[in-house]
């Protein structure tokens, strides 16, 4: 079981995600949060999310209200233990600046997530491919405990 | 327009096996001949490598390492600490111990893949990450000639 957590303001790509994931041959739950200081609430186990499992992977979208991606990815990754959770940052920005800096904040991965439906479905699978089946995610020692 | 579509990436490759660092050679090539394939030959000198103002800098370096795990976290560490730490890196290793796998994604290796036991099937190893990091991922590109 993957859980991923999917930091998301769109609703139709919140919708889309959720659909295609709902296909996947690897069993998967996704946890939506829809603005940057929700994350770290979520990530951090604060208020309602305190029973809610630390995610195995995030998908991280760059502009989000309240706290901004980049934002969030710093946290994330200064933070030790949530370093490790490997991010993907899934934006329609194709800036090298922002894909630079994502890395530089150590984004595990940058994608573009296309405006097209079908292209942003064939996106949704190759993620399904790689991180899901060929990629040996960190089990965090909630799970190793 | 996908930015990687227009161009052709700079990979930095390490195996000690030869067979394995030709047959992803041509598997990168023949994706787009323009693909740069840089063989490191001795990898404890990656950084020395990386700091060679006469070498552009790679876009990814993916290593098959099967050294001591103390001798993998000492590269890892030089590289992730370092100004290259921009530089997706992908880990390819035989390890079945989690709790090092987590270490490797907390000195924030991007991706850690497991090195299957049978050898022909590293060949599916390396195509996958050929048609996932070199197609799909926005990579960081700093070309400097």
């Not at chain 2, 990436?9 to 994706?31: C, G, P, Q, W, Y």
């Not at chain 2, 030089?78 to 796998?101: A, G, H, M, V, W």
Request: charged share 25%; glycine share 2%.
């Amino acid at each position: 079981m993957i859980n991923i957590l999917l930091i998301e303001d769109c609703l139709a790509d919140i919708r889309l995600t959720q659909e295609m994931l709902k296909e996947s041959v690897i069993q998967n739950k996704i946890y939506v949060v829809k603005d940057g200081e929700e994350a770290i609430s979520f990530l951090m186990k604060k208020g309602n999310y305190n029973k809610c499992p630390s995610p195995d992977l995030i998908f991280l979208d760059l502009n989000l209200p309240k706290k901004n991606g980049r934002e969030v990815l710093i946290e994330i990754k200064s933070d030790p233990f949530l370093k490790s959770i490997p991010v993907l940052v899934l934006t329609t920005s194709t800036s090298d600046v922002d894909i630079i800096t994502s890395y530089k904040l150590q984004a595990n991965c940058y994608l573009n997530k296309p405006n097209d439906l079908d292209d942003f479905n064939k996106l949704l699978i190759n993620i399904e491919n790689f991180w899901f089946k060929k990629a040996r995610l960190p089990k965090n020692s909630e799970k190793l405990a | 327009m996908d930015r990687l579509k227009k161009g052709a990436n700079r990979v930095m490759f390490f195996s000690d096996n030869t067979l394995v660092i030709n047959e992803f050679e041509e598997i990168v090539k023949k994706r787009n001949p323009k693909n740069e394939f840089i063989r490191i030959d001795n990898i404890l000198n990656i950084t020395d490598h990386l700091n060679d103002s006469s070498y552009s800098k790679p876009d990814i370096i993916i290593m098959d390492i099967q050294l001591e795990n103390i001798i993998v976290f000492n590269i890892v560490n030089r590289i992730k600490n370092s100004i290259f730490k921009y530089i997706p890196l992908l880990l390819i290793k035989k390890e079945s111990d989690e709790n090092t796998i987590l270490q490797f994604y907390y000195s924030y290796v991007n991706c850690f893949i497991m090195k299957p036991d049978e050898s022909g099937k590293i060949f599916e190893i390396l195509k996958s990450i050929d048609e996932f990091w070199l197609e799909v991922v926005n990579l960081p590109q700093i070309h400097t000639n």
